[in-house]
């Protein structure tokens, strides 16, 4: 049930990922016992709480009056990758945070869009280009003079800038660095077990089946 429906909404051709579902189905992918209905509720709840529907309110009821902050001790958890393990720990990764800030800021009526900028993950607002996020770093607050800096920092200055690096990413695509997160994270572990159920769940996705079909059959044989 888990794969058919990621496999349903993450076809190319159709409408906008729920980016919340998406995640979350990730999230069941690894967890059987998990209910989605009871973490959307989660994220229902989180939304009623924000005081101001704005980009900035949601960043400070995220970050400041619940709390949520990057796990920089466990960085390479693969848990922090898992939107229900962020919820009920207040921990995750550039990306997992910044899906959580999204779909809150959804809930309250505020658009914001995910930057899949190399090597750290931001948010920024739909109706102003030159204002971003940053949910690992305390919902901080962007330029994208800041943006570029941090950039350089992140990369230790060995990737060349690029303003599209700035670009909205669409919401399947934020899924599919979810998983390649995932994937990269249980591949270095020899995690063979979780790797799998990862690799079942790229299967599900047209263009990674079809480049990596003799790897997600070499991990699948597990189940065999």
């Known amino acids: 049930m888990v794969r058919a429906r990621f496999a349903e ?14 995640a979350l189905l990730i999230s069941a992918a690894l967890h059987p ?19 101001a529907p704005t980009g ?10 619940e709390h949520f902050t990057g796990n920089r001790n466990a960085y390479y958890d693969w848990r922090n990758s898992c939107l229900d393990r962020v919820i009920a720990t207040r921990t995750g990764i550039p990306i997992s945070l910044s899906v959580l800030m999204i779909e809150v800021a959804r809930r309250v ?11 750290h993950f931001l948010v920024r607002v739909a109706d102003d280009p030159d204002v971003f996020f940053d949910p690992f770093d305390g919902g901080r607050r962007l ?34 660095r ?18 799998a159920i990862v690799m079942d769940l790229r299967s599900a996705v047209p ?18």
Request: charged residues 20%; aromatic residues 6%; proline residues 6%.
């Open 207 to 224: 263009e990674l089946a079809e480049l990596e079909a003799a790897e997600i059959a070499a991990t699948s044989a597990i189940f065999n």
């Open 33 to 51: 016992d998990l209910e989605l209905v009871d973490w959307l509720a989660e994220l229902d709840r989180l939304a009623e709480g924000c005081p």
């Open 178 to 195: 979810m998983l390649n997160n995932l994937k990269s994270v249980f591949a270095g572990r020899s995690d063979a077990i979780r790797l």
């Open 56 to 65: 900035d309110g949601v960043a400070q009821h995220l970050f400041t009056t």
């Open 9 to 22: 909404i993450m076809q190319p051709a159709g409408p906008s990922v729920p980016l919340d579902e998406a």
């Open 143 to 176: 330029d994208r003079a800041q943006v570029r800096t941090l950039f350089e920092q992140v990369t230790g200055g060995q990737v060349v800038w690029n303003e599209q690096y700035l670009d909205p990413t669409p919401n399947r695509d934020i899924a599919i």
């Open 109 to 119: 009526g505020v658009e914001l869009h995910g930057v899949g900028m190399p090597a």
